[in-house]
T-cell receptor
């Protein structure tokens, strides 16, 4: 089955700096890669996603890049703000497997004011 | 107001007791999922359902049971066979073909 590894497990940045979180996946058939943000005590919220026919997608301060050959994808947050502090999860999935998602272990991002 | 609701927010289980967590969605999604999250960990799939009256086991189904009698509802029962039930339980629903999953606010289960 699919295996998703996420790094780093914790990340501390200064407000205004950029943050990058990286994930690798094992199943070359995976074609859908969402990113979720989870605040303390709440459910994960989808923040951006990318499909395998696209190499990069951007939404304001966040962007995701995908390298299918190397089987890795990354989340980029620019101009970080204290409210970006949360746990971020990447996931990989493919529709033919019943819309299953395999999640990475999460990254705790701390943005220091 | 569309979305996914989970209740209760906190649930306490006594030794040998079965407890049921509620998950309701009004997004008209076909697929629904239950995940377990332990402190500092990722999400692990317990059960999922692609359609009414049908569901499949996920990676950690032992000690849990589900039903899907209505499209909008997917309750999870934590049975007495689950020896380590303390965790944060998350329900999600999906738009089917496009694989996107949306999560509810979660239920925290604690053992007395």
């Amino acid at each position: 089955g699919e295996n998703v590894e996420q790094h780093p497990s914790t990340l501390s940045v200064q407000e205004g700096d950029s943050a990058v979180i990286k994930c690798t996946y094992s199943d070359s058939a995976s074609n859908y890669f969402p990113w979720y943000k989870q605040e303390l005590g709440k459910g994960p919220q989808l923040i951006i996603d990318i499909r395998s026919n696209v190499g990069e997608k951007k939404d304001q301060r966040i962007a995701v890049t995908l390298n299918k050959t190397a089987k890795h994808f990354s989340l980029h947050i620019t101009e970080t703000q204290p409210e970006d502090s949360a746990v971020y999860f990447c996931a990989a999935g493919r529709g033919s497997a019943g819309n299953m998602l395999t999640f990475g272990g999460g990254t705790r991002l701390m943005v220091k004011p | 107001d569309g979305g996914i609701t989970q209740s209760p927010k906190y649930l306490f289980r006594k030794e040998g007791q079965n407890v049921t967590l509620s998950c309701e969605q009004n997004l008209n999604h076909d697929a629904m999922y239950w995940y377990r999250q332990d402190p500092g960990q990722g999400l692990r799939l317990i059960y999922y359902s692609q359609i009414v009256n049908d569901f499949q086991k996920g990676d950690i189904a032992e000690g849990y049971s589900v039903s899907r009698e209505k499209k909008e509802s997917f309750p999870l029962t934590v049975t007495s066979a689950q020896k380590n039930p303390t965790a944060f339980y998350l329900c999600a629903s999906g738009v089917g073909v496009r694989e996107t999953q949306y999560f509810g606010p979660g239920t925290r289960l604690l053992v007395l």
